[in-house]
Structure formats: C-alpha cells, structure tokens
Nanobody, 119 residues
Framework: QVQLVESGGGLVQAGGSLRLSCAAS????????MGWYRQAPGKQRELVADINSSGNTDIADFVKGRFTISRDNAKNTVYLQMNNLKPEDTAVYYC?????????????WGQGTQVTVSS
C-alpha cells in the first residue's frame, strides 16, 4: 500500500503564494505520474497539474502562468508552487500518484490539504 503525505496548505491573501508538497511512502517504486487535483465545495474534483517521471507536465488552463509543478524522482515527491493566488483557488487540494506494478496501474490519493485564499 502506498501512502501519500501532503503538506503546505493554509490561508493566504489574494496575490500571495503557497507551495504544496506530496511525498510517497518510502520504498515506493515505479511511480509513473504524480499530480494535484482540487475540489471546491459543491464542485467536482478537477485536475490542476500533473507530471510524469520524464518531467512532462499537464497544467490546467485556469492556473497556467500562476502554478508550477515539479518533481523529485529520487524522493518520490511532487511539488506545486502556487503564485498569484485568487479566491477562486480556494479548495481542498489532493495529491494523486499512479504506480505501475506487475503491468497494472494503481492509483493512490492523499488525504487532501486545505487551501484558502481570502480577498
């Protein structure tokens, strides 16, 4: 079982910055894709950004130019640098990791971290 531990959420004023981190449990191998999703109250969970083991990224249009995703493969850790935050970025942010094992892809989720942006 893979555990994902998130950190870095909190309360920030509009225009501010936060950095989220998500680390997979020690010994995890073959982590293909790591990413961040978010879910605001009353809304569906949506992709914010993800990154594969080669460093290729997929970033949602609504955060392009403001958020950056990066990854440390040696530590199985993914980061989300969030700049110029807006009140509409308020949500619970979830880390997701896809692990390839015996030819199958397994998906794991973190517990979520709250990001609140005040106007």
């Amino acid at each position: 079982q893979v555990q994902l531990v998130e950190s870095g959420g909190g309360l920030v004023q509009a225009g501010g910055s936060l950095r989220l981190s998500c680390a997979a449990s020690a010994g995890t191998i073959n982590v293909s894709v790591m990413g961040w999703y978010r879910q605001a109250p009353g809304k569906q969970r949506e992709l914010v950004a993800d990154i594969n083991s080669s460093g290729n990224t997929d970033i949602a249009d609504f955060v392009k130019g403001r958020f950056t995703i990066s990854r440390d493969n040696a530590k199985n850790t993914v980061y989300l640098q969030m700049n110029n935050l807006k009140p509409e970025d308020t949500a619970v942010y979830y880390c997701k990791a896809t692990v390839r094992r015996y030819g199958w892809d397994y998906t794991y989720w973190g517990q979520g971290t709250q990001v609140t942006v005040s106007s």
